[in-house]
Structures are given as C-alpha cells and as structure tokens.
C-alpha cells in the first residue's frame, strides 16, 4: 500500500536510504569514482530543506515494513524533480517503483512542472531503463534525464 507522509517523519525512509546510498557507493567504486561519504544525517537535512519548499514524500508498506518510498520536490525556481527513490529488491517487479513515479509525476504536474528531472547514477543501468520505460530520456553523461512526452504523431 502506497501513502503519503509529512516531512518530518523522514526518518522512516533512512533504512532504505542506507541501502541505496550503498548501492551508489558499489557503483562508484565499479565506475573508478571515489566512493561518497554522504550520511543520512546530511541527506535529511537536504531533503528536510527541499520540504520546506514543496514536496511530496511516498512510502509504500508491504509484508509489514516499509518496502520503498519516493522523494519528489518543487525548488523555489519551479522546477520539479524525483530527488529519491528506492524499492527493496525483494518487492521489485510489483509496480510499486512504478506507481511511486507516477505518483510523483502527476503531483509535479499539477504544479505547473513541464520539465521534470532526476539524477541517476550512470553505472545503475537497471534504474535507467526503468525510467527509460516511464518516458524519460538520458541527458549529458547519462546522469540527468527529463520526462518529455514520448506522443508520436499518428498521420
């Protein structure tokens, strides 16, 4: 089940922080990057100072944990993007990234957001085809991608 929290109970979503930030840190060292050093303490202040603009945080609960979550955000220029996002492995293929996204996707919408970001790291190729899929395209150095709308034209 998917639901929406307020801000300041971030901390719910720090276990599964940890374990992406991990994940990024396994992927620099595979890509010749220094590893991070980022705490959770740190990127709850970041996220906690984006909250205090607009933001919509996502948690979804399954097997009786929390399985994933979602970070979105509005900054003060207007511009929307996923800043966070993460599902436990053993519930992946479910539809829950997907619907966090959406999810998230549609709030940035409703904000008047036309151009949406994220930042993927380029050595998670898994992320990037999933968001390939959700209508994003890859950006400089496949880190940056936006939501464009993939419409063909039907003549």
């Known amino acids: 089940m998917i ?14 922080w940890r374990r992406l930030n991990g994940l990024h840190q396994e992927l620099d060292r595979v ?15 970041e996220l906690h100072a984006k909250a205090l603009g607009r933001s919509l945080v ?5 097997g009786g944990e929390i399985a994933g979550y979602c970070f979105s955000s509005i900054d003060g220029e207007n511009r929307g993007e ?13 539809g829950f990234g997907k619907q966090l996204v959406e999810n998230g996707l549609n709030w940035l919408e409703a904000s008047g957001n036309g151009e949406i970001e994220l930042w993927v790291h380029p050595g998670n190729v898994n992320a990037i085809a999933f968001y390939w899929r959700l209508g994003f395209v890859t950006g400089p ?8 709308s993939l ?3 039907h003549h």
């Open 3 to 16: 639901e929406t929290i307020p801000a300041d109970q971030l901390d719910l979503i720090a276990p599964l």
């Open 31 to 45: 890509c010749g990057e220094p590893p991070r050093k980022t705490t959770w303490k740190q990127r709850r202040l």
């Open 58 to 62: 996502q948690i979804v609960r399954a």
């Open 82 to 94: 996923i800043d966070s996002l993460f599902v436990s492995p053993e519930y992946r293929g479910k």
């Open 141 to 148: 150095m496949m880190k940056r991608v936006t939501r464009k």
């Open 151 to 153: 419409k063909r034209d």
